[in-house]
């Protein structure tokens, strides 16, 4: 089999992981009326779905991404996918809502692997360059079904009622397990000069624990910069996704069959922008790209501010302020993800673990707090994303000046 051939086998698959992992945290989420219903659930405990699913994938990723530093990626793959798949069926039988989040809990473990993995193979084969055009890329694919994914849902719920979408879930990851069997290799393809120094890092990696290889990820503190800036700016998304079910189809009187349209329009603007940014990524300067950005940023602040304060009950308005900061969000995901797991070649998988924790964390406790103060309209959970918002402004900037981070090659 030829290289190129080879290449575009594993490329498919990472798609297809990407896919499955933009689709686990969204698909169910238009169920969450019913489940509410089905289960006597308040809204703190309808938001646990997502809280325990986020904690599960925390917990895994850090394991995931140490792991597979030392082991390969596609032993962590099989596991973590073999771990989803029994957690979709915990949840497609779930009688008691212990059951539910049992099976949430075991689908958050499994995910953890194809979510941070799946880019790392890409990253094995590709320079800095090549990383962030398919980082590109691929935040288009993920974000495809990130935005198709609250559509197809509603409709599995409208006519298959809840369960509907965890068994989709479970036929996708059965298919994605499939083809990482068959076209992921047990060895990274990798450049020359990344293979003879493979055995040394594997030596020196498997005299150190789990814990202690994490901790000169932690004490760099450029890269601490990146990475807080990336999960930070994910927290505003991940608030309006677990909030927007109650709030609109409960409180603001969206259908069902509609519902999915609000929320998925952010995910395929998303999509859509990184797409078209991937194509004139190489040409990109970076510096000037993310200064540009932190106007975009800016502009959101004030918007969904205006908009938390004075039409908290309009879905169509709470949509468009959002869209506003998506938008912002394409050009920093698809430059600074990379330069970050660059920035300490022989811990890839450790700091996109980081990366990826960090991202969880803030959000299941954020979504834990916009439950708790939830009072039936967009104001509160408002001025909750508004915080994340300053909070990226400020970690961008500082990010744009930082020599470390801007001069990697």
Known sequence: MKVSVTKSQILITVILMDLLTGMEFDLFVPSFPQLQIQFNLTPFWVEALLSINFIGYCLSLFFVGSLSD?????????????????????????????????GRFLQGVGIAAPSILSFLIIADMCSLKQQQFFMSILNGFMNVAVGASPVLGSYLTLYFHWRGNF????????????????????????????LESGEEIKQEESKEKIVGSYLKVFRSKPLMLVSVHIFLMCVPYWVFVGMSPLLYMKDCGVSLAHFGYYQGILALVFAFGSVLFGLIINKADSRRFLSINIGIFVLSFLLIGLVAMF???MPLF?????????????????????????FMPESKGRISGVIQGGKLIFSALSLQIAGYFYDGSFKNIGLIILVFVALSILTLVLVIRNRELMGVK
């Open 318 to 342: 709470i949509t468009l302020s959002l869209l506003i900061f998506v938008i912002g969000q394409i050009i920093p995901s698809s430059l600074l993800y990379p330069v970050a797991i660059n």
């Open 167 to 194: 068994t989709a879930l479970l036929l996708l990851g059965i298919f994605v397990l499939g083809m990482v069997v068959f076209f992921i290799p047990s060895q990274p393809i990798s450049k020359s000069s990344e």
């Open 311 to 313: 039409y908290s009950h």
């Open 70 to 102: 030392r082991y390969g990626r596609k032993r962590l793959l099989l596991l973590g996918l073999l771990s989803f798949i029994f957690g979709s069926i915990l949840c497609l039988c779930a009688e008691s809502y212990w059951f539910l989040i049992l």
